[in-house]
């Protein structure tokens, strides 16, 4: 037996749980209560959340930073520190806001007027145009804890150019323009408007921007390094002594590029009339990439030109050099520093609605952006992904519709795919999880969102959020424990469990996949594309597993340890095939391995169509041959893409029947394979054959009991074929390792032998009062009790008697066809267990007899009815469920053999 799996079964796995512990300045006793708790959990880290307290970096920061520090000394945990005082990091603890100017934010900007000629000596007023507009965000920051926001006016404002472009018929500007600047006269522009339509186009360097004005610029070194200096350095001088032993690093939240207030999700290059981030370090950086000549076609940054080819060309080069800006000013400098430190430097940028390619409340390239940290990060928070919406949007609480497809098929794969590529990352992949559903949030749901990211590569999680503020605190729900309010803790403390195993399991080993996508980043920033989830979708449903990999795998194989010997090896991970989402242009180093990898046989497959330009070659020849250079590539549309993978046997497993909610995850570690199956339909049970290319003796890891289970399965001519049943919320791992000896016993369900149909004595217990029931009702039908206690949240129990005539086997099982949300057993006083989701099967064992039997069912509910029975403040309302589950057992309880 491995050493993982002795760690596992004696209890022994290292902890990747690392849960918010916000920090409103609460009084001493209460913090070490909740270290507490979090420690009954069976997690061994938290996350101190700065962003409410009132005093960061003051005295009461660091009175309470002791007693946690304190606690987790006496309790062999770690701390990681949120790096700011306000949401999103690059606030730097108000520091910019009274900086000097050279430090804030900087933007490039446009505005422009039309005009249709001819007209002599018209004059424009350029001072008045340059105005700063000062719109408001349309949201109340401060109920975040975000920044006030508050604006301060700078007098360096510049112009970069003045041109006027003939308009072609689609408003698309024609040509280079006419040079307008020695047409201004004392910031008044004096022209003789030729005939036509014209648009006059200003093009200004300002710091009057309408973004996040007292954020870091970072497009400016030094102005990044004040986030250092402002919240890295002092904590360090308080407690260097703790760096690397029990503090573990930093964690920065969602740290954006800033040029817009606010979550619109939409603000790709080239699409939309806002002022775009500036510094001098960019600004050489774009004159040594695209020069001088260029300077006429920077309107392509907001709007079209009629060629396209420039357009690509202009706005690959901005968002190239801006997001190489951001990697090189912020991320890494951050992480040089935590190295020297000896601690880590962990958290994430904004993903949603793929706006993690884009500016505003992003950073403009998923994988640059975290390349000083060390683990890839993602969060879902929100309802972001949810059971069963894979296929719709739906309502978002800031900015726009959630996309059901992004959420579902692309976020967790961007991150387990940078874990997997970049050598810094050591294959960890976090995850910000549970934060803003609301209180209606239970244990299925939470088990679900878990196996969805676990199945998808993500070993560490960031679970939001254990809040010491009194009962109910409003901000973000739901907040496990909430000071011994929550039912749900019980349930939850075995959720930790469990994750903690997983990730036990997928860490410090290598996975295993087929088949390597393009980013689509750079191809969203130079014209059409398909963005990834469209491939993601189709290959999962298929279960053909992959990474995503960005252009800059090509262009610096050495920072990646990447090569190609006829297979493409990345940090260790070795991929068949190269998939290329439709792209209307890429890179020079993509379309370069395309070709040399396909004619030396390698596939490489083309969605829809190959591209027709390459955004980053000066040289028209050479873009040419490059784009020649891909005729031997295969193009297939995106729905016979999985076929035409599995033409080419590049899947790895298969199944006997078609089923695309199956997941799986293959991992090698210690020289044994690996195979998580995860069940993400919610209403249909899988039962099929899965064949694995893997060969040896097989055993099945239960690890939400932390059991061994024998497994069915038959050597084939190329694998082993595995008997998989899952029903909906469930999921298991395969084991190719000789664990006979440590095998339990296990069963099949076969059929329905009774139905408990006598009378149910229900009684109930607020939280407080647990285990003191006081008696609700006597029913046959179990129906949800919200119909009698409509505003009851706590535990609720179920006794009855039943007479069990059948000859006893040992194979008994009890099934409970639903509850909300989990559920306790004991049979004649013998404890059968707990479920904290679908399926509630239990094993009844000896503990079922001939004649009488007594039978008691605990179930805990969520807090939901409860918060929505209290007087509702604002913030209440903005995570209030539209809905209200049922509550208790809604269904039967039957016996089956």
């Known amino acids: ?103 804030c934010k900087q933007y490039i900007s446009q505005k422009y007027i039309d005009v249709c000629g001819p007209i002599p000596e018209v004059e424009v007023n350029l001072t008045a145009m340059m105005m700063p507009l000062m719109l408001p965000s349309g949201l109340d920051l401060g109920m ?52 036509g339509a014209w648009r006059v186009y200003v093009l200004y360097i300002t710091r009057n921007g309408e973004g996040r004005s007292d954020y870091i610029n970072m497009m400016d070194k030094a102005s990044c390094n004040i986030q250092i200096e402002a919240v890295y350095v002092p904590h360090y001088e308080h407690y260097g002594q703790e760096f690397g032993k029990t503090i573990a690093g930093f964690f920065s939240d969602e740290p954006c590029i800033g040029n817009t207030v606010g979550y619109n999700f939409d603000e790709s290059i080239g699409k939309k009339k806002t002022p775009l981030p500036w510094s001098s370090q960019l600004e050489k950086m774009l004159e040594e990439k695209l020069g001088e000549e260029f300077l006429p076609y920077y309107p392509a940054l907001w709007t079209d030109m009629e060629d396209d080819k420039r357009n690509a060309k202009v706005r690959y080069a901005y968002m190239d050099c801006v997001t190489r800006l951001v990697e090189e000013n912020f991320s890494r400098p951050i992480g040089r520093w935590c190295e020297e430190k000896g601690v880590e430097y962990i958290g994430h940028i904004v993903e949603d609605n793929n706006q993690h390619s884009r500016l505003g409340s992003s950073q403009g390239h998923f994988f640059r952006s975290m390349m000083g940290q060390h683990m890839s990060g993602i969060d879902d928070i929100g309802g972001q992904v949810i059971p069963g919406g894979e296929n719709y949007k739906r309502e978002a609480l800031l900015g726009a519709e959630k996309e059901g497809e992004f959420y579902h098929f692309e976020l967790g794969k961007l991150g387990s795919s940078l874990a997997h590529i970049d050598p810094k990352k050591q294959g960890r992949a976090m995850c910000e999880i549970f934060g803003a559903y609301g209180w209606q949030l239970g244990m299925r749901t939470m088990k679900y969102l878990i196996d969805h990211f676990l199945v998808r590569g993500i070993n ?22 909430a000071g011994g309010e929550d039912p749900q803790f019980k349930y939850f403390r075995k959720l930790m469990h469990y994750t903690n195993r997983m990730c036990h399991l997928l860490n410090k080993g290598m996975h295993i996949a087929p088949a390597a996508v393009l980013y689509h980043g750079e191809a969203e920033w130079t014209g059409g594309c398909m963005f990834n989830q469209k491939v993601a979708r189709e290959l999962l449903e298929n279960q053909i597993d992959f990474d995503i990999l960005p252009s800059d795998v090509f262009a610096d194989m050495a920072t990646y340890k990447a090569a190609f010997d006829h297979k493409l090896r990345v940090n260790g991970e070795s991929y068949d095939c190269f998939i290329i989402p439709y792209a209307e242009f890429i890179t020079k180093e993509v379309a370069a391995f395309a070709e040399k990898a396909s004619k030396k046989g390698f596939p490489v497959f083309f969605v829809q169509g190959l591209p027709k330009g ?131 016993q296990s069963f099949s369900v076969g059929k329905q032998v009774m139905k408990l149909e006598g009378d149910w004595r229900i009684s109930s217990a607020e939280t407080g009062r647990y285990p003191e029931f006081s008696p609700v009702t006597v029913a046959k039908d179990l129906k949800s009790i919200g119909r009698i206690l409509p505003a009851f949240s706590g535990y609720l129990c179920y006794e009855s008697e039943f007479m069990y005539d059948a000859t006893l086997s040992g194979r008994e099982v009890l099934i409970i ?13 013998c404890y059968l267990g707990m479920q904290i989701c679908p399926s509630y099967q239990f094993t009844m064992g000896e503990a079922l007899k001939n004649g009488e ?45």
């Open 1 to 103: 037996m491995k050493i993982f799996m002795e760690e596992l079964l004696e209890q022994r796995e290292d902890n990747y749980i690392m849960p918010f512990l916000w920090q409103h300045g609460e009084a001493e006793e209460k913090l070490r209560e909740y270290m507490e708790a979090i420690h009954s959990c069976g997690i061994r880290a938290i996350c101190v959340e700065a962003r409410p307290h009132p005093d960061f970096l003051g005295a009461g920061w660091w009175h309470d930073m002791d007693i946690l520090i304190d606690e987790a000394k006496k309790r062999g945990m770690k701390l990681w520190i949120l790096d700011d005082a306000h949401f999103p990091t690059g606030y730097a603890a108000g520091k910019i806001a009274e900086s000097e100017d050279k430090y």
């Open 460 to 481: 560490a999680y960031v679970p939001h959020a254990f809040s010491p503020k009194d009962f109910p605190d409003s901000d973000c729900p739901p907040h496990f424990y």
């Open 853 to 897: 039997n007594l039978i008691r069912i605990e179930v805990g509910t969520t807090l939901d009815r409860k918060v929505k029975s209290l007087p509702q403040d604002i913030r209440s309302l903005m995570f209030y469920s539209k809905i209200t589950e049922p509550t208790g057992i809604v269904g039967s309880v039957e016996i089956w053999n």
């Open 817 to 829: 066809s639903d509850a909300y949300e989990g559920a306790e057993v004991w049979l004649n006083d």
């Open 144 to 195: 975040f804890g975000m920044s006030s926001e508050k604006k301060r006016y700078f007098t360096d404002d510049r112009i970069l150019t003045v041109r006027a472009y003939s308009l072609g018929r689609d408003s698309s500007l024609m040509g280079e323009g006419i040079d307008l600047v020695s047409k201004i006269v004392n910031g008044t522009l004096i022209w003789d408007v030729p005939k």
């Open 614 to 744: 390459i955004c980053d070659s000066k040289k028209s020849e050479e873009e040419r041959q490059l784009l020649d250079g891909l005729s031997e590539c295969k193009v297939v549309s995106l729905t016979d893409l999985s076929k035409a993978l599995k033409e080419k046997k590049l899947n790895e497993i298969s199944s006997d029947k078609e089923f695309d909610a199956l997941r799986y995850y293959h991992y090698r570690k210690e020289q044994t394979e690996l195979y998580m199956f995860s069940n993400e339909s919610i209403g249909e049970t899988y039962d099929g054959w899965i064949t694995v290319i893997s060969k040896g003796s097989v055993s099945l890891y239960d690890a939400m009991e932390n059991r061994v289970l024998p497994a069915e399965y038959k050597d084939i001519q190329n694998g082993t074929s595995i008997h998989i049943k899952l029903s909906p919320y469930q999921s298991v791992v395969a084991l190719f390792d000789d664990l006979k000896s440590i095998e339990e």
